[in-house]
């Protein structure tokens, strides 16, 4: 190695306990930017690199260098986000976060050939804003890398099959790369796509919900937690606890959906038909219950519960129906004996005498 190069690691020595404060440095402020934002990452890495990771760079490009700064790596970061039209959200809080050189940063994604086998990736070569820390480190550069979660994927796979070595590689093989490469690219847009749809799709739910139209929203996980938000079951509750004056405890809801499609309930409009026509025969087969025991504390599916189990008993599913709750609700456990105490205490209701 000539003597330019041994001066160019001579310096990076002494600049190395700088490069490893600044990545601390700026991963700390990336991660505080993107938790303001309210954004997830898949990752996000950070490396100074190696002396002999230089050392080698210097032997194969060292008369690029004329000075360490125009190596832009010595640090580099790396954000990896799982759907494209992140890259661009991390990019612009980048932006707001770090010194961006424009002229030194590139998108790949513009440059991406048809016929090539790299992968798509954002680039920015960043420093701290003047100011912001010691001047020591505010003078360095950085480089960040944005990519998708498949893009990370297929670089990797470029780097471990050694594609770009000096052995030529056969047409067939580099014809399979372009068409991996394609399906990646295609998979990473749909991926994308299929978010913005089920985002739309949600917003639309939401607002059938807001505005009644309960009759044309699907029961759904997304849907069932818009309608928990209007506390449809909080009336029969408040009926239940003054039984013995209990406190109601938050309780999920969310076990319920299963136990809700095995009653037949297809729309919240199914549901809120449901609360409505069993809503007192579900109170009386709670305080058939609660009035023989000194209970004062209930989960707030205590409603919820009844109600199931006076619909299955109406329409007719019997025990059978009830273990099938109960089941559902409480997996891994002989719930017979149970169900059996349920059907025993209904049988003398007003709603099975009918």
Known sequence: MDAHRESLLAEFRQRQPHLVQLADEARARL???LKQQGLQVAALEHRVKKEDSLAGKLERKGSKYHTLDDITDLLGMRIITTYTDDVDKVAAIVAQVFEVDWKESVDKRKLHELDSFGYNSLHYICRLPQGSAAPELCSLRFEIQMRTLLQHVWSVINHDTGY????QIPREYL???NRIAGML???DDEFSRLRTSLSDYRRRMLSLVASGRLDEVELSVDTWHSYLETKPFERLNRRIAAVNQAEIIPASM???MPVLRHLGLLTLGDVQRFIEADADDAYLMAVSELAVTDLDILAESVGLQNLCFVHALKNGGGRASVTRILDLLNPNTDNTPLAEAIVRRA????FMQL
């Not at 770009?164 to 052995?167: A, G, I, L, R």
């Open 347 to 350: 049988a003398a209701l007003p």
């Open 31 to 33: 991660d505080d930017a």
């Open 254 to 256: 969310e076990p319920y």
């Open 185 to 187: 690219e295609l998979i």
């Open 164 to 167: 770009k070595s000096d052995v």
């Open 175 to 177: 014809r399979q790369f």
